[in-house]
């Protein structure tokens, strides 16, 4: 089975993406979290750090988290890969 991180931003949406995965044959190995360095929250849809980690222990999954704004969005995601032993996957659901 392959592994997959899904981005996670405790909406419908990334929900929605992970079941999507989990139908295409992936193993979720874990969820990675963009959060805004004011609020403590996701930085699509303002859900609380709390709530994403419960989420993420609920499906038994590891929550990788990160402070970012939308400014330096993509430079935080692109560290935080090289970071990890883990490469991304980006793509989209038809």
Known sequence: MKKAIVSWSGGKDSCLALNKAKALGFQ?????TAISKSSRASKS???PVEILFKQAETMKVEL??????WTDYEEKLIQ???SGNYSFCRFKLI
């Not at 979720?28 to 990675?32: E, H, N, Q």
């Not at 990788?64 to 704004?69: A, D, H, K, W």
Request: without cysteine.
């Open 28 to 32: 979720i190995i874990a969820l990675i």
């Open 45 to 47: 849809n303002s859900v």
């Open 64 to 69: 990788i988290s990160f402070e970012t704004t």
């Open 80 to 82: 935080k890969e090289q």
